[in-house]
């Protein structure tokens, strides 16, 4: 007797293959691109439509609380073949800003801008406006693009980390775009709590849901971005991958390693602004909780097992039994519980 998963093609047994649906296949596919959470949604909105309401797109809006004409867009837009259509496309504009000065007037530039090389736009535009005051057209604007074509600075190299600086404070999300929503995941604040001990320092990473006041802790010996990515697969494994998004601060440890983990996971890195700690005011109300119930009460060691064997007992105190006045004197995990059963349609885990 064959068993179930082989049958018999003349001498030969021939293992039995199922193929997958069409909607399983598109989800396999989505996986596989590595689809931004928003595509992938999208693509459930269509899956829904096609499998479960008949074609209906009415029953598909009501179910995703979305508007028909959005629907109706991404419905549209998508193409069978190319999942990414379900993606964002660029607002970049498609025509850009192109200089507009003169190679005249880039010839008079560089004879002030070698003899002035300190000067700044403002008095380099000055300076040509006095040579040449029949020249109408020339701008501070201008003046500034010539300075970057041209590359000639005092300090070069120093001017080269500067650009460097700017161009990835310029890519930094700031927590103030972020619109909050009161829901358990949606946000979760990472900060480092620097402890001296013994004339050696240690690095101590914490996390807390922005709503749920659920609680992470863990102590590293380095202050480093491979520890902070470390870090934050433990945090999501503890939080079954419910991550939406992330904040922290400017610091270097939630660079590189810790932002190329945020990209491969899917997870959006929204930034505190600099020297302002009241955007993570719920961390920092937790590091403070953990130096005063915990470290405070004879609880600091050097040795990174020994502290956080302690530290992962005391979390455990402090996430199912500690009374939270923020949360009406519950625990955290009694609120996220209470929460879910008033909420039955939070989506839940859907990573593997």
Not at 202 to 230: C, E, G, P, W
Not at 322 to 327: G, K, Y
């Amino acid at each position: 007797m064959l068993a179930s998963h082989v049958h018999q093609a003349g001498y030969y047994l021939v293992p039995k293959i199922t193929l997958l649906s069409k909607y399983e296949r598109w989800r396999k596919v989505a996986k596989a691109l590595n689809l931004s959470k928003v595509a992938t949604l999208r693509l459930e909105w269509l899956i829904y439509y096609h499998a479960k309401t008949n074609q209906g797109a009415s029953s598909t809006c009501r179910h995703f609380g979305i508007a028909r004409k959005t629907f109706y867009k991404w419905k549209n837009r998508f193409n069978e073949q190319n999942l990414r259509s379900l993606e964002d496309e660029s607002k970049a504009p498609l025509h850009v800003r192109q200089k507009e000065y003169t190679s005249l007037q880039y010839q008079r530039f560089l004879e002030i801008r070698k003899r002035y090389i300190r000067y700044g736009k403002e008095k380099l535009l000055k300076e040509y406006q006095a040579r040449h005051p029949e020249d109408k057209g020339i701008t501070n604007w201008k003046m500034q693009c010539m300075i970057q074509a041209s590359g000639i600075y005092y300090h070069p190299q120093k001017q080269a980390r500067i650009n460097r600086k700017r161009q990835r404070a310029h890519r930094k999300k700031k927590i103030t775009e972020l619109r909050r929503k009161k829901v358990s995941g949606f946000l979760l604040c990472l900060d480092t709590m620097v402890k001296y001990w013994q004339g050696k320092k240690r690095y101590i990473l914490t996390a807390i849901d922005k709503h749920s006041k659920v609680a992470f802790a863990r102590m590293y010996n380095t202050h480093s971005s491979y520890s902070s990515q470390d870090f934050l697969y433990r945090l999501r494994y503890l939080l079954d991958g419910r991550i939406e998004n992330i904040q922290t601060d400017n610091g270097s440890e939630f660079a590189k390693y810790f932002d190329r983990a945020c990209q491969k996971l899917n997870i959006p890195h929204y930034y505190s602004r600099p020297r302002t700690p009241k955007d993570n005011g719920t961390n920092e109300r937790f590091n403070r909780t953990l130096k005063e119930e915990f470290i405070q009460l004879g609880n600091m060691s050097l040795d990174t097992v020994i502290f956080n064997r302690r530290l992962t007992e005391w979390l455990i105190e402090y996430n199912f039994r500690r009374p939270h006045q923020s949360l009406g004197y519950s625990s955290p995990i009694n609120f996220s519980y209470k929460y879910h059963k008033v909420l039955p349609m939070y989506p839940s885990s859907t990573w593997s």
